[in-house]
């Protein structure tokens, strides 16, 4: 549906996109995820059409949108703050670019009672927008951007002004929605977790380049670098040095010891960092029975999110502690208690993620 080739973007000497190249499928969730700066926001506007391409080329459905006004675009757009008009009711919002159309209004009325069946607000379309809560104005400003079957609707960070709570019932009914629809979406998002939530794949982004392009799932267990490690989930990093022996490939872990690692190209002697998730962790107070590697430590501190918990655990070796992440019993919790006390950590070869050194 949408192919963005060698795009670049020139704001006077600051390049805030640098040869981006993407496909992104028909009917699919999409999410360019970055830190802010990173022209995620840039890009989008560039397929919105209210930024220029200073090189490079965007094709929609086949079209090339060079000199295609934003207007004329198959495409429609939703903001963060959502640009609901305060001098109009719920109805007359859904129904705005209908009637810039010229809609009959018998036409526009049964296609607004459509769409606030979809949006879950039916009722509502008498209600100005000072009446609203955050998430309905939310699911109107979708709507309104709906009614007109884009080919594509982009998002511009949506959900940012909602609270954690309704941020994920949107996230789970926006969801719903673009799969309901069918329509290409691309969302662009510095919340990871929204980000994984809701995409099919999705673009991380860096100083204006692409640095992966992966599945939610890729991204976590597969990240290609520190960079995308570090900024999708909690990682533990260590260096290490790559000790290769015949066939045998294995790696000096800083404070983890020597343990065999996936085969590369990289030769012995080379610097490496080695990731592991706090998942990829097995903490327990004796030394774990059966093969594989383990290594002594201490408890440090427990950090407790509701259903699960982060221990942090001090190893010989290492100047900062590992994160193992753990389930948070109710009631009595086997940790209560165990800070500075020894403990062993487990893990297994593939847990461990080798990675380029900084």
Do not use: C
Request: aromatic letters at 6%; charged letters at 20%; a neutral charge.
């Amino acid at each position: 549906m949408i192919s963005i080739q060698n795009v670049s973007k020139t704001f006077g000497r600051v390049q805030a996109v640098r040869d981006v190249t993407l496909d992104i499928a028909r009917g699919e969730f999409f999410s360019l995820l970055g830190a802010s700066g990173s022209g995620k926001t840039t890009l989008l506007r560039m397929l919105a059409g209210f930024e220029g391409v200073t090189s490079g080329k965007i094709v929609i459905d086949g079209q090339p949108m060079q000199d295609t006004p934003p207007h004329l675009r198959p495409i429609n757009m939703v903001f963060q703050n959502y640009a609901i008009f305060p001098h109009l009711n719920v109805r007359d919002n859904i129904a705005y670019g209908l009637r810039r159309l010229g809609t009959p209004k018998a036409e526009q009325a049964r296609m607004v009672d459509a769409m606030l069946e979809m949006i879950a607000l039916p009722g509502y379309g008498d209600r100005l927008a000072t009446q609203l809560s955050g998430g309905q104005m939310q699911r109107v400003a979708l709507a309104r951007a709906l009614i007109l079957k884009p080919k594509v609707l982009l998002l511009d960070e949506p959900l940012g002004a909602l609270d954690k709570q309704l941020r994920e019932q949107m996230q789970l009914e926006l969801r719903s929605l673009q799969r309901q629809l069918g329509i290409t979406f691309v969302l662009v998002t510095h919340d990871q977790e929204e980000a994984l939530t809701l995409s099919d794949r999705v673009a991380v982004m860096s100083n204006g380049q692409v640095i992966q392009v992966d599945t939610p799932s890729g991204l976590y267990d597969r990240p290609v670098n520190r960079q995308v490690a570090a900024f999708v989930g909690t990682m533990n990093f260590f260096d290490a040095r790559i000790r290769a022996q015949g066939p045998d490939t294995s790696a000096e872990i800083a404070g983890l010891g020597r343990h065999p690692v996936a085969p590369s190209a990289r030769r012995d002697g080379d610097r490496v960092l080695v990731a592991i998730r706090p998942e990829g962790f097995a903490l327990s107070p004796q030394p774990p029975e059966g093969p594989g590697p383990r290594v002594a430590g201490r408890l440090m501190a427990r950090q407790y999110l509701g259903g699960r918990q982060l221990l942090h655990v001090a190893v010989e070796g290492r100047a900062a502690p590992v994160a193992v992440a753990a389930v948070a019993h109710r009631g009595q919790d086997p940790w209560e208690g165990m800070e500075d006390n020894p403990v062993w950590l487990g893990w297994s070869r593939d847990a461990m993620t080798v990675l380029d050194a900084d």
